[in-house]
T-cell receptor
Framework: QQQVKQSPQSLIVQKGGISIINCAYE??????FPWYQQFPGKGPALLIA?????SEKKEGRFTISFNKSAKQFSLHIMDSQPGDSATYFC???????????FGEGTQLTVNP | DAGVIQSPRHEVTEMGQEVTLRCKPI?????LFWYRQTMMRGLELLIY????????DSGMPEDRFSAKMPNASFSTLKIQPSEPRDSAVYFC????????????FGPGTRLLVL
């Protein structure tokens, strides 16, 4: 069963614009919500993460917004740069263990 | 630290052959995860270990897949016999913390089964 759904599948943004990627999950037994960034030919790397006791976390140009009641969380990239062009994955971690379940991924292209 | 090391980086084999993928975790990381990435199924967890012990292998697709971690410095993922549908990028990731937060991924092994 698909526990996390990510959208959009692909996104094209102009340099300086805001990129927004959304994820929705189906189970309440999650306690950790990371976003990973993957460049072509590389493994994913942790970008930013949030726990359900806060509604927002900001690190530089990257912000996670978390809506516990709606079971949704989103990644906002402010002032998007061509170097941000990559595939982004949201993930959820089960409270009872160490398993991460990843979303389908969003391919972001930032045009110069 | 060199990060997670995977070998080989690329593997081309014929259907029916045995394939062995290798992973050297970051020193001191107690958790090791094997993932498979495909266009159709995305990034899937196959199995993970804690202190060399397999904890959850529910993602292993079938008996043709097996994974071992004989010591804290080495893990293998074996496919025998391999099939074309096994073609994918296989990642090893490790984490120093309980709960597997902040997983550090290796560069992956790109496997093509003809």
């Amino acid at each position: 069963q698909q526990q996390v759904k990510q959208s959009p599948q692909s996104l094209i943004v102009q340099k300086g614009g805001i990129s927004i990627i959304n994820c929705a999950y189906e189970n309440t037994a999650f306690d950790y919500f990371p976003w990973y960034q993957q460049f072509p030919g590389k493994g994913p790397a942790l970008l930013i993460a949030i726990r359900p006791d806060v509604s927002e976390k900001k690190e530089g140009r990257f912000t996670i917004s978390f809506n516990k009641s709606a079971k949704q969380f989103s990644l906002h990239i402010m002032d998007s740069q061509p170097g941000d062009s990559a595939t982004y994955f949201c993930a959820v971690r089960e409270t009872s263990g160490s398993r991460l379940t990843f979303g389908e991924g969003t391919q972001l292209t930032v045009n110069p | 630290d060199a990060g997670v090391i995977q070998s080989p980086r690329h593997e081309v084999t014929e259907m029916g052959q045995e394939v062995t993928l290798r992973c050297k975790p970051i020193s001191g990381h107690d958790y090791l995860f094997w993932y498979r990435q495909t266009m159709m199924r995305g990034l899937e967890l196959l199995i993970y270990f804690n202190n060399n012990v397999p904890i959850d292998d529910s993602g292993m697709p079938e008996d043709r897949f097996s994974a071992k971690m004989p010591n804290a410095s080495f893990s293998t993922l074996k496919i025998q016999p391999s099939e074309p549908r096994d073609s994918a990028v296989y990642f090893c990731a490790t984490s120093p913390w309980a709960g597997g937060e902040t997983q550090y991924f290796g560069p992956g092994t790109r496997l093509l089964v003809l």
